[in-house]
């Protein structure tokens, strides 16, 4: 979607090995997300931002890590990825209280 | 923290027929609450958001959902369901502090039969 970028759009990666996949908007927002989506799970909030170096934990920040160094960019790191983080990964971010999500497009990550 | 039920994994219902999908929502103050659709293989479409107000909201495609604060409930309703609309439903609830996080439910799956 135009504003928000993810890359890469694919990766497989071994286990043990780490990632990091990034989050890029072009929409000078102040919050920034990441989830995971899973069957049967829908979107799990792995961790938000609420502005440069500002960072928290969501539902299930086990094993991940972030940073937000700039406004417009958003990292999420697995340290030693994880079969059981083989996921799609979604960017997303909002300017205010009153707006929906913005997504990106998501992020396919297998870990073989 | 808040939270969000969808209670139906998956419904089918046949084309031109009515459609409701459910939600439940777990939050201590006045929540926002959204319906996102997923296509296969897509990104997550906003179809319509409840900040406050009127309790039934309108939203795209011929979509309506009603905000029932005494049932903490979000139904999203379609009078005539189109094969189009086969898709995966995902209700949020969004939070005006700690950061305006929005938790999803764990969706709906809509299958469209002829």
């Known amino acids: 979607d135009a504003g928000i970028t993810q890359s890469p759009r694919h990766k497989v990666t071994e286990t043990g090995t780490p990632v990091t996949l990034r989050c890029h908007q072009t929409?000078?927002?102040?919050?920034m997300y990441w989830y995971r989506q899973d069957p049967g799970h829908g979107l799990r909030l792995i961790h938000y931002?609420?502005?440069?170096?500002?960072?928290d934990k969501g539902e299930v920040s086990d094993g991940y890590s972030v940073s937000r160094s700039k406004t417009e960019d958003f990292l999420l790191t697995l340290e030693s990825a994880t079969s059981s983080q083989t996921s799609v990964y979604f960017c997303?971010?909002?300017?205010?209280?009153?707006?929906?999500?913005?997504f990106g497009n998501g992020t396919r990550l297998t870990v073989t | 923290a808040q939270s969000v039920t969808q209670p139906d994994i998956h419904i089918t219902v046949s084309e031109g027929a009515s459609l409701e999908l459910r939600c439940n929502y777990s939050?201590?103050?006045?929540?926002?609450l959204f319906w996102y659709v997923q296509s296969p293989g897509q990104g997550l479409q906003l179809l319509l958001k409840?900040?406050?107000?009127?309790?039934l909201v309108q939203g795209i495609k011929g979509f309506e959902a009603e905000f029932k604060r005494s049932q903490s409930s979000f139904n999203l309703r379609k009078p005539s369901v189109h094969w189009s609309d086969a898709a995966e439903y995902f209700c949020?609830?969004?939070?005006?502090?700690?950061?305006?996080?929005?938790?999803f439910g764990a969706g709906t799956r809509l299958f469209v039969k002829a």
């Open positions: 997303a971010i909002v300017g205010d209280a009153n707006s929906p999500l913005h």
């Open positions: 929409e000078n927002h102040r919050y």
């Open positions: 931002s609420y502005g440069v170096k500002d960072t």
């Open positions: 939050y201590g103050a006045t929540p926002y």
């Open positions: 409840y900040f406050s107000g009127d309790t």
């Open positions: 949020a609830v969004g939070a005006e502090t700690g950061g305006f996080k929005t938790i």
